[in-house]
């Protein structure tokens, strides 16, 4: 499955909980075989 994450200060995580939560989401699903793209 394609997958699109957003993160608003950037990835890796710098900044605050949500870029690490999207940091930590997209590499568990990239290890399940999806494809992960951030922005």
Sequence with gaps: MKIALLGTRGV???YS?????VEQLGAR????GHE???Y
């Design 12 to 14: 890796p995580a710098s």
């Design 17 to 21: 909980g949500f870029e690490t939560c």
């Design 29 to 32: 699903l990239a290890e399940r």
């Design 36 to 38: 992960v793209t951030v």
